[in-house]
């Protein structure tokens, strides 16, 4: 496998052709926030949080480091105004709805987030359904609904065979707790998870 060089934080990393900045940056213990990334899973892109600026050719833009891969020559800053800003930005969209992410919003020195979010507290970083397709093989969790409609939902026919039961795994992934609050009872994305699983022959 060819190997690139690039500059990350001011630091001269080699990393092979293929792999992400985030990825990269990882090796050499530069740490890059993420949400909706998980080593087990292919790469998603879906919250944007681990943006970084990358300047090559004398052009900057800012990128999804767990998606843009590495180049040769490529200057990577993982905190730039731009880059805090924009983290800042997508962490006060999430809050609303999420309080599980107070203590990052802490962090970007987020003390009341500026918008209000009806949906719930779920970010739909979709690291359950991935999981559970990708790693499990199970299907059971879906999206379902689009734009503002849009969640995570059980696939009735898929838990009612009681493939959830003994795994539950996707408890472990949910950035927010939104699952495990969830299953105690309450709706989770239109279906009522303790009536399915009331209603499965394997309870
Ligand atoms: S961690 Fe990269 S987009 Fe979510």
Redesign the pocket.
């Known amino acids: 496998m060819n190997k690139v060089t690039l500059n990350i934080d001011g630091k001269e990393v080699e990393a092979e052709e293929g792999k992400t900045i985030?990825e990269a940056a990882r090796v050499v213990g530069i740490h890059?926030?993420?949400?909706?990334?998980n080593e087990k899973l292919a790469?998603?892109?879906?919250?944007?949080?681990?943006?970084v600026e990358v300047t090559k050719n004398g052009r900057s833009k800012l990128v999804?480091?767990?998606?843009y891969q590495v180049e040769d020559g490529l200057v990577v800053k993982t905190a730039t105004p731009k880059v805090i800003k924009t983290r800042k930005m997508i962490l006060e969209l999430m809050l609303g709805s999420a309080p599980a992410l107070k203590e990052l919003a802490k962090e970007y020195g987020i003390e009341k987030p500026r918008f209000k979010s009806e949906v719930t507290q779920c970010i739909l970083?979709g690291q359950c359904v991935r999981y559970c397709a990708e790693v499990k093989g199970a299907n059971a969790l879906t999206f379902v609904g689009r734009g503002v409609n849009r969640r995570v939902a059980f696939v009735n026919e898929v838990v009612s065979k009681g493939v959830c039961m003994d795994c539950r795994q996707c408890y472990g992934v949910c950035p927010t707790g939104k699952i495990p609050r969830e299953t105690d009872g309450a709706y989770f994305g239109g279906n009522l998870v303790s009536d399915v699983l009331a209603k499965s022959k394997h309870k």
């Open positions: 985030l890059i926030p993420t949400l909706c990334y790469p998603y892109g879906a919250c944007r949080f681990c943006t999804v480091s767990c998606v970083c």
